[in-house]
């Protein structure tokens, strides 16, 4: 069913990411309205949950079931549904640094950086010869990993430290969690 006709219907979440099931919580409760009932699926699943009126998948399986599922299901992108609502990129992923740790090895974080970094570049220019490797070659033409892989940002800007803070703002509104003090950014 379309995503409009979700309110009170029962939700299949995967346990892979804990971040992307609160993201879904927060764009039905908070964008739709919507009340809703989860329950965590079995790891692995390769179907939709028979119980559920609708099931969160991420990463590799999302891309998977995508092509699988297209002339079957509504697919949704939460990142989209975020965009859509906020108009800010949504950060998926950060690198973390305690910050004891930070100031006792200062030199090799910054090689870690460094070496990051430079890897991003490569990847990027690579993209192509990538897509040739992967397992993903199995369910999705080359040609759309690669288009996949270019609309994500591998950077932190401003604009996605507006989405960031307001990803906090809203889980903690919705999931009572406590809000970071603060998250410092160091560029080396």
Known sequence: MPIK????KKIALTKASATSVILLEIILKSFFGFKNKFFFMV???TEPHEDADASLVIGDDALEWSEKFKDKFYIYDLGELWYKNTKTPFVFAL???NKNSFDTKKEILK???SDVIEAKKIAVSKFNELAKLG??????KKGELVKYWKTISYDLTEEHLKGLNL?????SKIK???KPKSL????F
Do not use: A, P, Q, T
């Not at 006709?5 to 009170?8: I, K, V």
């Not at 410092?184 to 560029?187: A, G, L």
């Open 95 to 97: 690198w973390l640094v």
């Open 43 to 45: 790891e692995n699943i």
């Open 176 to 178: 009572n969690l406590k």
């Open 5 to 8: 006709n979700l309110n009170g």
């Open 184 to 187: 410092d950014f160091v560029n």
């Open 167 to 171: 990803f906090f703002e809203l889980s």
């Open 135 to 140: 397992n993903e070659n199995r369910w999705i």
């Open 111 to 113: 090689s870690f950086v």
